[in-house]
């Protein structure tokens, strides 16, 4: 069996799954690629976490001794 990409409109998804299930395919959809990029977070919080990272990269952060932790 041989596996294919195709890329193609939303609008002509239904012809392209006829005419594979008439050849007797397997259709298999996955979301576009937008699609998957799209975050579940919260963008003000991923901006938090982006200017920490950045923040502590510029050294800004503080190194605490894992024994220190929890005095």
């Known amino acids: 069996m041989t ?3 195709i890329q ?3 609008k ?3 012809l392209l799954t006829q005419i594979v299930k008439k050849l007797n395919g ?3 959809s ?3 690629k ?3 990029e799209k975050s579940i977070y919260n963008p003000d919080a991923i901006a938090k ?3 920490g990272e950045k923040d502590y990269e510029a ?3 503080v190194k605490i001794a894992i024994a220190d932790l929890w005095k």
């Open 26 to 28: 397997k259709v298999i």
């Open 59 to 61: 050294g800004k952060g």
């Open 34 to 36: 937008a699609d998957l």
């Open 49 to 51: 976490v982006r200017k």
């Open 12 to 14: 002509e998804t239904e």
């Open 8 to 10: 193609i409109p939303d």
């Open 30 to 32: 996955s979301p576009a």
């Open 3 to 5: 596996t294919l990409t």
